[in-house]
């Protein structure tokens, strides 16, 4: 057993050294009937090689979106990530250090928290951010809570165009909680009235942008409608790449931002572990769930990070903690933080840019399929197309054909009517000019 | 205040200092090449941006660079040994990297048409397999994202079931040894927390948890073994008291490495257990996650699992997605997508590898290496709690009396002699508490040369010498910092400075 160093002899020597007969002595506070006797009922230890046979023939199994055409969305995005990213958070040091409690010891993790923290503020246009959340759904849900212990206020409206998963999640956290979640039916036909939901008992409104659907808008007329009747404005982010080209939520006046960063530097892996990013005003700091590292000096009087604010933190608050979040994305946010340092603000801006362009010229191409209409008008790198037929049938059919043309709107909405022709298309820098000629061929043959 | 490095450049040799990315900005630089953006329409509406967002340019080489030179500020399992008691830091192999890096794993979107993620189902249902068997509980919910996220996952999934019977209970019991995430759970989940007392033994106080027990309870949360790094010898009867008031006996199962392969959680009484996949089946912790907390669960709470699930039929694998598709009873959803699928192909990785043999004989070095620990080093530390420990030993400040130097003192000491420090002053149980966490995959030599420090530290500290305690570390790439200025006045990012 590989992992295991210690020999037979050295058991016997620690043993002798313990004063214990045996290592079942070490056992003798658990209740005789509740200790095996022998092994459970389970495959013996295998070789390095066994292992990575059978986990290579279980991989095989999949058709992953990475090896085909792949058109798919809905708050998991294929995006390029540079070989550094990858190679630099595999080392040790990153990879199998723990929570930076020394800090000390911690500094490379601390400083790039540091330096992840200002990145998720700059791009979210927000003042602060803290140092991740699990991923973008669970950090939507937070910032519901967030926004009930700022405003003392038990109603929150979220926007039917908000993410299915997001308003599920939100749901879930706030139902044991005395919230209640106001939530209009989506609708992809016209925009939203949030602004009449909002009364007196109403801690937050939540919108996404883009929106699931696709659509862009602006907020600020809405972040207005909130702050004159004493609520927050949230805004969701699930494509973070979104903000090298739009406008960001802070500059529409938003409260707190909650978005999903597997976007940069990580991969899709089935849609987990992936980064959740939150930001917001600085007033509102000491209420924001998670870690956060601060800037100090040590007795030497040189620069150096902390984890600080900690008494918002269960550990030391326990039931009256803003948040009962502990570990934390540590590692997608270092893997976050590098691509993005790569990129830079040109790249950033670059990338964005060709996201956008590629959609565009998609939606273009497709939008002249006969019976295939581009639902929305305006949108960043992911769109509405309504098909002449259900969609799942014909993602189904050019899946087959090892194409994947993008997700079905009625699998994310399965008990909304009139979805059942919606798909969702996303477009990144990826997806090549043959990809793009394989699904416009394959919708063509499919939709006919 | 003492000088910096009496260097030039304020490098220490090796230790070489780094500035921030936003300090080292160049305008218009970039290490990622890509075309040109294709002119066209702009479908953007009104919204474009306008502006710099502020993120600095650097080139390939300096990128690497900046990241390389912050890794080597940071210790790590791979570096040396790292005990501390309830975190498990244990090896961290890289087979497991490699398998979660196969195209076919990590490159699979959350929504493709399930034909062509059989595979990506396959390997959730054999680690929820390995899982359920190792704990002997019939039912586990994959998707939470962590262990904090679990213990939620769980207590909501005790409410649905209270619920479900029609039975609205309030309260939630956590001993006062408890991790601080139990009781935020709880409140998390709309309970009021009543905590529970230790008895002289560093277990749970029988007598007062059966006069907290009444019909108004929903849970009593346990880690076991304890925080203490003790088993909880009467677990049967607290299990017995537990559900005779019609309650459920949730366990924090942070500290599973201790009996794994050896004791089924089920065994003891336990409805509703999360397993931190990245403590007992060694997924790296990545500086602070991402960690990942499924929970297992008794028969008569598995219809109220969240969704997604996976469901095994004739036909392959599906996933339930939705309530509004489920036969069972789930509460909701709790996290985006399928739970931390990365993190399931590492654990599952690291079971097979083991196997059902290898898992036990981890536990059995666990406890051996904790009680060598304990045994070497019980008469130059203080034991509050005699006995055989378990994974973890536990030792109190009492050694450190008169001597001027404090627990936090002494670990700082460790720092400069290679070793990540113990935790320190928890469990709250005990007064300054040392709680050491050597885990199996330290070989003796480690083990000895650890004891030899300790032993050799605690010789410092009674013969006087306080003041190099309060200056340790001296050797690190930075010295004690200022955490109550950091939190006085909060910086938390970075601005460009005034012109």
């Known amino acids: ?448 | 205040m003492s000088a910096p490095a009496p260097t030039i450049t304020g490098n220490r040799g090796l230790q070489l200092e780094e500035p921030l990315i936003f300090e080292q900005d160049s305008p218009g630089k970039t290490a990622v090449d890509l075309p040109q953006p294709a002119q066209g329409r702009d479908r953007l509406g009104s919204l474009g941006r306008e502006g710099r967002i502020g993120l600095p340019g650097l080139s390939e080489p300096e990128v690497v660079r900046h990241y390389l030179r912050l890794s080597q500020k940071n210790y790590s399992i791979d570096a040396g040994m790292y005990p501390l008691g309830s975190c498990t830091m244990k090896h961290n192999p890289r087979l497991n990297e490699k398998m979660a890096r196969l195209p076919g794993f990590a490159g699979v979107h959350p929504l493709q048409p399930i034909s062509t993620v059989q595979g990506a189902l396959e390997l959730i249902g054999a680690t929820g397999h390995w899982l359920s068997v190792l704990t002997g509980m019939p039912a586990v919910a994959m998707s939470p994202a962590a262990g904090a996220h679990g213990e939620l996952t769980g207590l909501m999934v005790i409410r649905a079931a209270l619920e479900d019977r029609g039975d609205a209970r309030k309260r939630v019991l956590v001993p006062e040894s408890a991790h601080g995430t139990n009781p935020a759970s709880a409140a998390a989940c709309g309970y009021t927390v009543e905590s529970i007392p230790a008895n002289a033994r560093g277990r749970v106080d029988l007598a007062a948890l059966k006069a907290a027990l009444g019909p108004d309870v929903a849970a009593f949360m346990l880690t076991n073994p304890n925080t203490c790094g003790l088993f909880e010898s009467d677990i049967i009867e607290i299990a017995d008291a537990v559900h005779a008031a019609g309650a459920f006996f949730y366990c924090d199962g942070a500290n599973f490495n201790a009996i794994v392969g050896r004791v089924r959680p089920a065994d003891l009484g336990i409805d509703c257990m999360h397993i931190n996949l990245h403590k007992t089946f060694s997924t790296p912790h990545g500086g602070g996650g991402p960690g990942s907390g499924p929970v297992v669960l008794s028969a008569a709470l598995a219809p109220f699992a969240p969704v997604p699930y996976v469901v095994k039929d004739g036909k392959g694998f599906r996933l339930v997605e939705s309530v509004a598709e489920s036969e069972a009873k789930p509460f909701g959803r709790i996290k985006g997508f399928h739970g931390q699928f990365g993190m399931f192909v590492r654990a599952l990785a690291y079971m097979m590898s083991l196997g059902s043999d290898g898992l036990r004989q981890v536990a059995e070095d666990a406890v051996l290496s904790a009680n060598y620990l304990m045994a070497s080093l019980k008469d130059t530390l203080s034991v509050p709690f005699e006995g055989p420990c378990m994974h973890e030993a536990l030792f109190d400040d009492r050694f450190l009396k008169d001597t001027g130097v404090s627990t936090l003192d002494f670990a700082k000491a460790m720092i400069d002699e290679g070793f990540h420090p113990m935790t320190m002053y928890f469990p709250l149980v005990v007064h300054g508490a040392l709680l050491m966490e050597p885990t199996e995959t330290e070989s003796k030599a480690t083990l000895d040369t650890f004891i030899a420090t300790v032993r050799g530290l605690a010789e410092r500290a009674k013969g006087g010498d306080a003041e190099y305690f309060h200056a340790a570390p001296r050797l690190t790439p930075r010295r004690r910092l200022d955490e109550t200025a950091a939190a006085r006045n909060p910086i938390l990012r970075w601005s460009p400075p005034a012109i």
């Open chain 1, 1 to 448: 057993m590989r992992y295991l160093p210690l020999t037979g002899d050295e058991r016997r020597q620690m043993l002798a050294t313990i004063g214990a007969t045996s290592v079942d002595d070490l056992f003798r506070d658990v209740p005789a009937a509740a200790r095996l006797k022998g092994a459970v009922d389970l495959p013996p230890t295998s070789g390095e090689m066994e292992v990575e046979r059978a986990l290579s023939a279980m991989a095989a199994r999949n058709l992953p979106a990475v090896a085909a055409p792949s058109f798919l969305g809905a708050g998991a995005y294929r995006h390029f990530v540079p070989a550094a990213v990858d190679h630099l958070i595999q080392r040790g040091e990153f990879l199998t250090a723990y929570t930076p409690y020394q800090p000390e010891i911690s500094q490379g993790t601390l400083q790039y928290l540091f330096e992840f923290q200002t990145q998720v503020a700059l791009l979210t246009g927000c003042e602060v951010a803290n140092a991740s959340m699990y991923d973008g759904a669970t950090a939507c849900a937070e910032a519901v809570m967030m926004a009930g212990r700022i405003t003392k206020r038990t109603k929150a409206v979220m926007s039917g165009a908000l993410h299915p998963h997001y308003r599920a999640v939100a749901a879930t956290y706030t139902r044991f909680l005395g919230i209640t979640l106001e939530t209009p039916e989506p609708d992809w036909t016209k925009p939203e009235d949030l602004a009449g939901l909002i009364d007196g008992e109403t801690a937050c409104v939540v919108v996404q942008n883009p929106d699931f659907f696709g659509r862009l808008a602006d907020r600020k007329a809405l972040a207005d409608a909130c702050h004159a009747a004493g609520a927050l404005l949230i805004v969701v982010v699930t494509e973070v790449v979104s903000l090298g080209a739009i406008r960001s939520p802070g500059a529409m006046d938003a409260d707190i931002v909650a978005a999903e960063g597997q976007s940069l530097g990580n991969a899709l892996n089935f849609g987990g572990p992936t980064v959740g990013l939150m930001a917001t005003r600085q007033k509102f700091v000491r209420q924001l769930p998670g870690r956060l590292v601060g800037q100090t000096a040590d007795v030497d009087g040189r620069r150096g990070f902390v984890l600080t604010l900690s008494t918002r933190e269960q550990h030391i608050r326990r039931d009256k903690a803003t948040s009962n979040i502990c570990t934390n994305s540590g590692l997608c946010a270092l893997a976050f933080t590098i691509h993005l340092t790569l990129l830079g603000e040109e790249g950033f801006k670059r990338m964005a840019a060709i996201n956008h362009a590629n959609a565009v010229k998609l939606a273009e191409r497709l939008a002249g399929l006969p019976g295939v209409e581009v639902v929305n008008d305006s949108f960043f790198n992911e769109f509405t197309l309504r098909l002449p037929k259900p969609a799942v049938g014909v993602v189904e059919a050019l899946a087959a054909k090892g194409v994947f043309a993008g997700v079905p709107v009625k699998r994310l909405l399965p008990t909304v009517a009139g979805t059942e022709n919606l798909l969702l298309v996303a477009v990144t820098e990826t997806n090549a000019e043959d990809d793009m000629d394989r699904l416009t061929d394959g919708l063509k043959e499919t939709t006919r």
